[in-house]
């Protein structure tokens, strides 16, 4: 059932793009589509593409890992949108372009029946400052219509910690559980008939059998696509046991970059994830004894009913850091085929996964107008 009316969610979402009416003859000769990666990106862009032009295309994913190895299983999931070590004022255009419709994605995913099955929940969220803040209006307006600072009373009278903080602002957002909602995305793909290949793509030549290639494979992009700006934000979690009743009621923030504060504390029915860390340039994903104590106090200072919880596991992964998204149609030259990047979201990759896609299919249209192929979505809004 849920399969059945993702393609109206999307729809909905998007405002752009609507599906292919199923009924419709399939075309004798269909065009090829190679989608490169398996993390929320590539299985986004896929799910978009199989709800947009269905049966009309032949598509495929190639990817070296999948869930649950791939490094969107490892985010912390929190739909959050920001700047955060991203100063440009190009990457916090395209979070205020592309987030707002994976917010809609994901508000309609909560509302449908049966949508905890796909792993994303709505939750209240705490977010610390320690001097005064205004988020931007469109956040509000748009994403966060409840947002509001918490008085010292208030936040006492909720449990939350004051001492030390200038304010303390609270809104209801979406929590993703990536081991759940990427195979969730997953089974949508190919049920609506993509192809899944389980194999590391080294060159853009191993496809060349294909008509358009979509590059989403993140730090991968690196030698992939010959893209040195790709860098590592290195990020590493804590994993406790969470209690019944649990230890904290929704999902705790505080970021002050410039004091080198990066906390958070992110609960699950069943474990609670205390992070994190932001290491440009650190490559290493073997997780630091040392660092993990100090992310386990850390959160522990902050949320003190988390002392003498059970650490039940950890690691650390690699934020695909890039200055700005790249988001754009690459011509390979006459007889190869063109590829799409949709990479270098860093750690806002959940948040922007839908609006991306969506942009992602825009340019997709363009490249078979382009080809000849006749193949169009055709609206149902």
């Known amino acids: 059932m849920m399969a059945s009316r993702i393609g109206r969610q999307f729809s909905r979402a998007s405002g752009t793009l609507g599906t292919v009416s199923h009924a419709e003859k399939s075309p004798k000769f269909k065009p090829r589509v190679a989608i490169v990666g398996a993390g929320v990106s590539g299985l986004t862009v896929g799910v978009a593409l199989a709800e947009t032009y269905g049966k009309h295309l032949e598509f495929t994913i190639f990817a070296e890992k ?6 969107s299983d490892r985010a912390g ?4 949108p920001g700047v955060g070590n991203y100063d440009s004022d190009d990457f916090a255009r395209d979070m205020r372009t592309w987030a707002p419709p994976t917010y809609h994605y994901f508000d309609h995913l909560c509302k449908s029946p049966g949508g905890s099955e796909c792993g994303v929940f709505r939750t209240p969220l705490y977010k610390f400052h320690s001097k005064a803040y205004q988020p931007p209006s469109w956040l509000c307006e748009e994403l966060y219509p409840d947002y509001r600072e918490l008085s010292q009373n208030e936040a006492k009278g909720m449990g939350l910690p004051f001492q030390g903080f200038e304010s303390i602002a609270t809104f209801t957002t979406f929590l993703v559980r990536g081991t759940v909602y990427l195979p969730w995305l997953m089974k949508i793909f190919q049920e609506r008939g993509g192809l899944i290949t389980k194999r590391k793509i080294e060159s853009f030549t191993e496809l060349s059998t294909y008509d358009i290639i979509i590059n989403c494979t993140g730090l ?14 290195r990020g590493q979690i804590v994993v406790v046991k969470a209690t019944t009743p649990p230890q904290v009621n929704g999902i705790y923030h505080y970021k002050n970059l410039n004091l080198g504060k990066f906390v958070y504390i992110i609960p699950f029915k069943d474990i609670i994830l205390l992070g994190g860390t932001i290491e440009p340039g650190e490559w290493s994903t073997v997780p630091d004894p040392d660092v993990a104590k100090e992310i386990y106090e850390k959160c522990v200072d902050l949320e003190p009913a988390l002392k003498g919880s059970e650490v039940v596991g950890g690691w650390a992964c690699l934020r695909p850091g890039r200055e700005t998204v790249r988001l754009e149609i690459e011509d390979q030259g006459q007889g190869s085929p063109t590829v799409i990047h949709n990479y270098g979201h860093g750690g806002f990759g959940y948040i922007l996964s ?3 896609a969506m942009e992602t299919l825009k340019l997709l249209q363009q490249c078979l107008d382009k080809k000849g192929f006749v193949t169009k979505p055709q609206s149902k809004l």
């Open 66 to 71: 999948f869930s649950p190895d791939t490094t």
């Open 77 to 80: 999931g929190i739909f959050i």
């Open 220 to 233: 991968g992009a690196r030698e992939l696509a010959c893209d040195g700006s790709m860098e590592p934000a």
């Open 354 to 356: 839908w609006g991306c």
